[in-house]
């Protein structure tokens, strides 16, 4: 039997020699298998105890349950040294952590399509001597449809799905020809400015649908404005924005409520010279509409028709960048997608 205190203490010695090798909670966990765990060592001689005669169980009985104490005491201790080395070594990393290390390997982030995009039309504007303007999302019915020559019961409404608000009369502006009218209220003549912005319209989403999508709104108003500078200002814009000097626009008549005469304005295909899948093998693409403003207009925003005339054109921004950049997916805009966002 005295073999037996001197498997137990054969035990406690393995035991702690390996404690002392410990390196992380992982290892610490298999030790504890070894000695505690369903067939460890200790867990093992407990079993065999049932086997003793009852006086060996009386001595030996005992000293095995006090083993098993020790033994899982001392795995804890361990366990506790470990995770406070652990927190030490933490702390002092971030105590020595220096914010102004250079990390050559930071990802960099970058803007938004939208916001280069958007500056990029703006700079060209703003070099022709225009303004930029802004105007609220959240509009009155007036703004949005009256002040525009679409007065109530209009069929013209029926083009913009609109979302009301629960307030009466109030809507979330389905195009950016609201701004004109805010320009014309607070601006005094004459007015050149372009306004970016959303627009919203409760459409069934698709490839090419979006509930909220970029306009592009563009008015210029001043006594004897003509529909010619409408096309010399659309060519030359279409000219700088893709880099073609001799890309040329045509016209074909087109219809808004609050422009008379209305048109709309095809340029030639910037990316072939024969035909190709983007202008559909026609060399045309239709890129906005326009026209001369409808006097009722002027009259709604406090400009005299009698004195002023004034153009306005209004483009999908969105749309124009898929064209320029061949996205064919207008939800990807909005999706946050780090693939797609990281192309620009
Ligand atoms: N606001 C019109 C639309 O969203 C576009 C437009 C603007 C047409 C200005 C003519 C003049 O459909």
Known sequence: MDKLEEKIKSIQKNLETELNQIKDLKHLDNIRVLFLGKNGIITNLITKLKNFSSEEKRKFGPQINQLKKESEEKINKSKEKIIKTQAKALNLKKQNFDVTAYNPNRK????????????????????????????????????????????????????YDTFWLNKQDMLMRTHTSTVQIHAMKTKSTPIAGIVTGRAFRHEAVDASHD???????????????????????????????????????????????FVEPGIEIDMQC???????????????????????????????????????????????????????????????????????????
């Not at 504007?125 to 019961?153: C, H, K, R, W």
């Not at 210029?220 to 404005?225: A, Q, R």
């Not at 320029?324 to 693939?339: A, P, V």
């Open 211 to 257: 509930i909220m999508f970029y306009q592009c709104e563009g008015i210029f108003i001043d006594k004897n404005v003509t529909l010619s500078n409408l096309f010399s200002v659309s060519k030359k814009f279409l000219q700088t924005f893709f880099k073609k000097e001799n890309l040329d626009i045509r016209i074909r008549p087109g219809f808004f409520p």
């Open 270 to 344: 910037p990316f072939c010279t024969k035909g190709c899948s983007v202008c559909k093998k026609t060399r045309w693409i239709e890129v906005f509409p326009g026209g001369l403003i409808h006097p009722n207009v002027l009259k709604a925003g406090g400009i005299n028709p009698e004195e002023y005339s004034g153009f306005a054109f209004g483009f999908g921004l969105t749309r124009l960048a898929m064209l320029k950049y061949r996205i064919n997916d207008i939800r990807y805009f909005h999706s946050g997608k780090y693939k797609f966002l990281k192309q620009f």
């Open 108 to 159: 960099k982030g970058s803007l938004h399509l939208y916001s280069k995009f958007i500056e990029e039309i703006e700079n060209i504007f703003i070099s022709m001597g225009y303004d930029i303007f802004d105007g609220p999302e959240v509009e009155s019915d007036f703004y949005n449809f009256t002040a525009l020559n679409i007065p109530q019961n209009h069929p013209a409404r029926d083009m």
